[in-house]
Structure formats: C-alpha cells, structure tokens
C-alpha cells in the first residue's frame, strides 16, 4: 500500500506563515462597501454649487464630478443626466426653505407674531444662503423651464400659502390685521423685500452711491423692511 506523500516540515511551517497574521500586526481589515448615500449627496452639493456659480448653461458635469471627489459614471448612474440633475438641485434648494418654514409652526403663534416670524425667516434664509439667490435668478432667466418639469416643487409651496391663509384669518377675527389681504400677494411681497436689495446690490450701490452690503446698511434695511410689512398688516390703505 503507498502511502500519501508528506510535505517537508519546513514548508509546513511557511504554508502556515502565510495563512496566519504576523504577530504583532493586526490583520487587515475587510474594505467597506461604498457609502452609495453619501457619495450621491456630494455630487448634489456639488451640483448646486456648479450651477449657481455659471447657469445650467455653463454649468459642467466633469466639474460637478471633481467637486464631489466621484467619477463621471457615478454621476450618471445616479442622477441619469444633466437635466435631471438640475432639477434635483431646483428640488433640493426649495424642499430646503419650505421644510424650514413648516417648523416655525406659524399656527401655534399670534397672528402678528407668526407674520413677524415668517418674515424674519424669509429675510435670514435669502441673506444666508446666496447660492440659493443665484439659483433662482439662473432659473428666472431661463423662464422656469426645469422647475415645470418638476411636479415636487409645485406641490412644496401649498402648505405654505395655507398657513399664511389661516394666520392671516385668525388676525382679521382678532381686530389685529386689515381685512382682505391675499396670502400669495403678501409672501411675494416678502421675498421681494427680503430679495432685491441682495440680487441687485453691485448695480444699487453704484447708482446711489451707498453701498448696500455694509453692516449697518443691512441693519437699516432689515428694520425698514420690517416696519413696512407690519404697517401692512394693520392698518388699510386710504382710498
């Protein structure tokens, strides 16, 4: 009977070496599957930078890749191309304002005050968030071609509109609002104010020869805007 071959002991001995960690080194760890999640949401960020920096016109995909430390195939695969990757971007900058402006819970405030709020938030978001600005403008320029091809939006501003509705409602019941004042009208007018003088500030500053981006220009600006908007509410215009 032939007996089964037999490895020398020394070979063992570095078969078994190779198999086992070396001591005093910890092995290596198994590599992590890529973060799908997050790898999609530095190519958006990416993304509203790019665009509100050069339009959708002059906004480039290989840039927005760069930017978010990803390749050109993984843009693809998750946003399908740059139409749809600019309307998520137009998406995401209008989820982001209208999520806020539900959590300021306008219906657990006084009228006035809730209108206060509303309009402090408006003003602070457009001055914070000068991306957002250009955004709009880009958008604006273009006839609001993208943002009607999103349904999401459209249906972002109607709990809006109906919160300013029913605080408006509950001011007019309790003598503290004139009457007959249209929600939609009055948060136009809230953007305009909290808007303009940031959009057109290089071309206003130079005409008038002030200039709009200075502290305490946009102190005054901030209290006047205020005041006008609670002139507004209370009293009625003479006829």
Do not use: C
Request: hydrophobic residues 45%; aromatic residues 8%; charged residues 25%.
């Amino acid at each position: 009977m032939v007996k089964p071959a037999t490895q020398p002991k020394d070979r063992k001995t570095a078969v078994a070496a190779k198999q086992a960690p070396a001591r005093g080194r910890p092995a290596k760890p198994a590599q992590r599957p890529r973060d799908a999640a997050a790898t999609a949401e530095r190519i958006l960020r990416s993304a509203i930078a790019e665009f509100a920096e050069n339009g959708y016109a002059g906004a480039r995909i290989d840039a927005i890749a760069r930017g978010a430390d990803a390749n050109m195939r993984m843009l693809y695969h998750y946003f399908g191309s740059k139409d749809a990757l600019y309307i998520r971007v137009l998406e995401t900058v209008f989820n982001d304002i209208r999520v806020q402006e539900q959590r300021l819970k306008l219906n657990n405030m006084a009228p006035l005050e809730a209108m206060i709020k509303l309009f402090d938030f408006t003003y602070s978001h457009f001055a914070a968030n000068p991306l957002f600005i250009r955004i709009l403008a880009s958008e604006n320029l273009l006839g609001a071609k993208f943002l009607t091809r999103s349904k999401r939006v459209s249906t972002l501003s109607s709990p809006l509109l109906l919160a300013i509705k029913e605080v408006l409602s509950r001011g007019e019941k309790e003598g503290v609002f004139r009457r007959g004042i249209d929600p939609l009208q009055l948060y136009v007018s809230m953007v305009a104010m909290s808007y303009v003088h940031i959009s057109n500030a290089p071309t206003l500053s130079h005409l008038f020869g002030t200039n709009l981006s200075s502290p305490s220009w946009k102190v005054q600006r901030r209290r006047h805007a205020t005041e006008m908007m609670i002139a507004f509410l209370s009293f009625a215009p003479s006829r």
